[in-house]
């Protein structure tokens, strides 16, 4: 079964409830028909409920059943002014200002999910990426224990022998423009993490990539990929990790063995981290496109989560990105 069924299958298992604040959007509307039919989870429409109803029924879409919540009129709103206002007010925000903004669908619908009505939240079919994250990096923020908000992209190989049965997970390939060692470290240990509640792969093989392997180049972009590692290590002991290495050491047996034997990595890693977001971004966009894997985007670190989903996506798209979101909040 592929990593993206099994997803689609331990979100069904809780039917949490997840807010789409691009309501009226045609393929989110689908998409929530999808979830509702499919009993995957409890989709709820953000939006003005006579423009979302008419986008429906424009689209031909039935969304009998499924929950709209109007942020204009929400009964909630006060108490999400207040929490917004509270959380902002050292950086300026003025009671009024959280009043209208709490008012705006992406702001209530993180809101939402800050206040314990939504278990997560998707979006990002209309908004940017930055326009997407930073009301969740402003008011959900990071997780106990973890520094920064990244990404990691789930790569689903045809090639079954690579990682964990074709299962590559690679990051940060969506937020961080250019981690410093302290988080590469970061991310590194929030994406074995993932690859763990997110995919089920117990035992996380995590290789920090660089253009060298151990010792085999000199230069200051490598140091920050080694001395990442030993952060890495430091922090967490428990974990199978190993850096600098070269992509083909990471994930090929044979080229592991010749350029870093004993390795408890090389050869075999299922996590692949990359150096930064230039380098992430474009390789797993060659996988998908050269190598015909398929990939699924999700944001990690957040206390509570939330995703982001490409503007060219499809209904597919947007179903698995919110069963992720499910199963995330089931952690
Ligand atoms: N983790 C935690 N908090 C963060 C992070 C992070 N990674 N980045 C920013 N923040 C916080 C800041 O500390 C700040 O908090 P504050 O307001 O309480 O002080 C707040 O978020 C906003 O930060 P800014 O620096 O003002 O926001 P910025 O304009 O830099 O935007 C963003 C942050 C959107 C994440 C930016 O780094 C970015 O644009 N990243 C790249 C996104 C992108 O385009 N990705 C590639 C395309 S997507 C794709 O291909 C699928």
Redesign the pocket.
């Known amino acids: 079964m592929s990593v993206i069924e099994k997803i689609r299958r331990k979100a069904a298992l809780s039917m949490k409830r997840i807010a789409l604040p691009e309501g009226s959007e045609p393929r989110t509307l689908a998409a929530a028909a999808v979830l509702r039919d499919e009993s995957l989870c409890r989709p709820v429409l953000l939006g003005n409920p006579g423009e979302i109803r008419a986008a429906a029924s424009l689209a031909g879409v039935d969304i009998r059943d499924i929950e709209i919540t109007d942020p204009a009129s929400h009964p909630r709103a006060e108490a999400y002014a207040e929490t917004l206002y509270e959380?902002?007010k050292k950086?300026g925000m003025t009671p009024e200002s959280a009043r209208a903004l709490a008012k705006d669908p992406m702001h209530c619908g993180v809101l939402m999910v800050k206040c314990g009505d939504a278990d997560g939240l998707v979006s990002g079919a209309v908004h940017?990426?930055?326009?997407m994250?930073?009301p969740a990096?402003?008011i959900i923020?990071?997780k106990p224990g973890t520094?920064?908000?990244?990404?990691c992209?789930l790569i689903d190989c045809p090639n079954k022998s690579l990682g964990e049965d074709g299962l590559l997970i690679f990051s940060d390939?969506?937020?961080?423009?250019c981690p410093d060692a302290a988080?590469l470290a970061d991310i590194a240990i929030s994406t074995a993490d993932t690859a763990t509640t997110l995919c089920g792969i117990e035992e996380p093989k995590v290789a920090l990539l660089s253009f060298s392997t151990k010792g085999s180049a000199s230069h200051e972009l490598v140091t920050k990929v080694r001395e990442a590692a030993e952060i890495a290590h430091g922090l967490r002991p428990d974990l199978l990790l190993d850096g600098e290495l070269q992509f083909d050491a990471a994930i090929s047996p044979e080229v592991g063995e010749l350029k870093a034997p004993g390795s408890p990595v090389a050869g075999h890693a299922n996590v692949l981290i990359f150096p930064d977001?230039q380098s992430a971004?474009i390789g797993?966009?060659i996988a998908q496109r050269i190598g015909g894997a398929e990939a699924f985007?999700v944001l990690q670190?957040?206390a509570k989560p939330c995703n982001?989903l490409?503007r060219g996506c499809s209904v597919g798209d947007i179903v698995n990105t919110v069963c992720m979101t499910a199963v995330q909040a089931q952690a």
Do not use: F
């Not at 940017?128 to 326009?131: A, I, M, Q, R």
């Not at 390939?173 to 423009?177: A, D, F, K, L, N």
């Open positions: 959380l902002r950086k940017s990426t930055g326009d994250l930073r990096l402003q923020k990071t520094k920064i908000v990244s990404s992209v390939c969506v937020v961080v423009p988080e977001l971004n797993y966009k985007a670190g957040l982001d490409s």
